[in-house]
């Protein structure tokens, strides 16, 4: 990229260059994938099965209960229903891609899939449990993946007899609709099981990043640290709308805060607990729960349309004691993105992640970052090493526990750009310190 590349351009050759997988020649060897197995027919589940039915894939969908499971199914269907009404395909097209998900209440009968995909709760015990059931019933060289959205997949490698096997593949939600497959290469991933990822992906129409083990991944991991930035600014008494208006005014479609209530601000919570997000806990006593509940940081009406809250604005009072305050668009902005710039190359630092225009496509195909400021890489260029750094050391100042990374202060004093980062790409644990 040259500084003239217009972020169009950028963008479009970002996209193609995603699916370059370096180390790997474009015609390395494929495993043949013919059935895939996919195990919880939940959120993740049902919209993956989607995916690979609506490409001409048999799918066996396994449920615990035959309950889960119809309704597992029922919501697959409703989904094709709405698709067809829309006219994206004719009506009998419902009836034979439901034809090509079988439901299934065993792991058992996953034996000959050539790919398993494993979408079970977020719980480490229950996913090397899993695995290690995979392990024992499903055909050698078949493809176990798991769609953690940010668990140690070497660990849940080490609950089978073949690590080079496992891999992750993190589908975004609704992952019927959402273009962005993050696939993860864990320690032991075998180069052919990268290959067919990547290959599969153009099947099912995704855009496919190469990762790597690391907790949230890349997406993940930039979404926590601009959310703990929001967190922190409403402990200072800003108010969450005023933050999500200040994103929405950058581009986004969704600030943070309407982004919890749409995911439910109950996702990790129990009843009676604390959490690191005391002003969430004390939502959700209140039975304040997001969207579905009618009620969250914002409040709904009978459209599901957001209005600022008095009892969320009294909640934040009473949890933080501090006095309400506005801040400025720009303000907000700076202090959300900076943080987002700054973990990405502290990414790129930890070889997790191929190239720095990667982590554009992440953010541009899985989170809504706005397509003409070109994912936080591009943009940091646009605004400057010098300034994002100005606003981390800003940052520094109210919590010492943020760091800017030793790269962002090498570019910012050098005058490099982001998107030209070559830090080493993405390497395992295993090839870390390898010298062959
Ligand atoms: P969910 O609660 O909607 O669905 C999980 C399903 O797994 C349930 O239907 C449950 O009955 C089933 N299940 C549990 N144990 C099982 C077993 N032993 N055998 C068969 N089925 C079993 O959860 P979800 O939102 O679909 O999340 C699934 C996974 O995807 C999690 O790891 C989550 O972190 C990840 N993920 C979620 C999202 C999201 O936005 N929801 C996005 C990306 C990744």
Redesign the pocket.
């Known amino acids: 990229m040259t500084p003239d590349t217009s972020v169009e351009e950028y963008v479009a050759e970002a996209t193609r260059r995603a699916a370059v997988v370096e180390g790997l020649p474009s015609d390395a060897p494929v495993r043949e994938v013919r059935s895939v197995g996919i ?7 049902g919209g993956i099965a989607m995916n690979f039915a609506s490409a001409g894939l048999p799918v066996r969908l ?3 209960t035959d309950e ?1 499971l119809q309704r ?1 199914l029922s919501v697959v269907r409703a989904n094709y229903q709405r698709s067809a009404d829309r006219g994206r395909f004719p009506a009998e097209e419902v009836d034979a891609r439901m034809a090509r998900i079988d439901g299934r209440l065993t ?1 058992d009968d996953l034996a000959d899939c050539d790919l398993v995909i494993e ?4 719980d480490m015990e ?1 996913k090397t449990s ?1 695995f290690g059931e995979l392990d024992r019933v499903v055909k050698p060289g078949a493809i176990l993946a798991t ?3 940010g668990l140690d997949i070497d660990v849940i490698a080490a609950a089978t007899r073949r690590p080079q096997d496992v891999i992750g593949l ?4 609704p992952a019927n609709v959402m273009k962005l497959l993050e696939v993860v290469r864990a320690d032991h991933t075998a180069d052919d099981v990268v290959a067919t990822a990547m290959a599969l992906a153009t099947t099912i129409g995704k855009v496919a990043v190469l990762v790597g083990v690391c907790p949230g991944f890349v997406g993940n991991r930039i979404l926590a640290a601009r959310s703990n930035q929001a967190n922190a600014m409403v402990r200072e008494g800003v108010m969450p709308w005023d933050i999500d208006d200040a994103l929405r005014g950058f581009g986004f479609r969704m600030g943070p805060f309407q982004m919890s209530d749409l ?1 439910g601000l109950d996702i990790g919570w129990s009843k009676g607990a604390t959490t690191k997000n005391p002003i969430r806990d004390a939502l959700c006593e209140l039975g304040r729960r997001g969207q579905k509940t009618g009620a969250g940081y914002y409040d709904y009406d009978a459209e599901r349309r957001p209005s600022p809250s008095q009892v969320t604005a009294g909640v934040i009072a009473d949890v933080t004691g501090a006095e309400p305050r506005t801040m400025g668009a720009e303000e907000i902005v700076r202090r959300l993105i900076a943080p987002m710039i700054n973990e990405a190359v502290a990414i790129l630092e930890e070889n997790h992640a191929q190239r720095p225009s990667d982590v554009d496509v992440v953010w541009l195909h899985g989170y809504g970052w706005p397509a003409d400021k070109g994912g936080p890489m591009f943009y940091g260029d646009v605004i400057g090493a010098g300034e994002v750094l100005s606003a981390m050391e800003g940052l520094v100042r109210d919590d010492p526990r943020i760091r800017p990374a030793d790269t962002l202060r090498r570019l910012a004093q050098d005058g490099g750009r982001f998107t030209e980062l070559d830090l080493g790409g993405l390497k395992t644990r295993r090839t870390k310190g390898d010298p062959s």
Do not use: D, K, P
């Not at 195990?39 to 589940?45: D, E, K, L, R, Y």
């Not at 979408?119 to 977020?122: L, N, R, T």
């Not at 993190?170 to 939600?173: T, V």
């Open positions: 195990v919880g027919a939940g959120t993740m589940g396994v449920e615990r889960a597992g792991v979408a079970v709760f977020e229950l899993v769609n953690t959205s993190h589908f975004f939600s995911a």
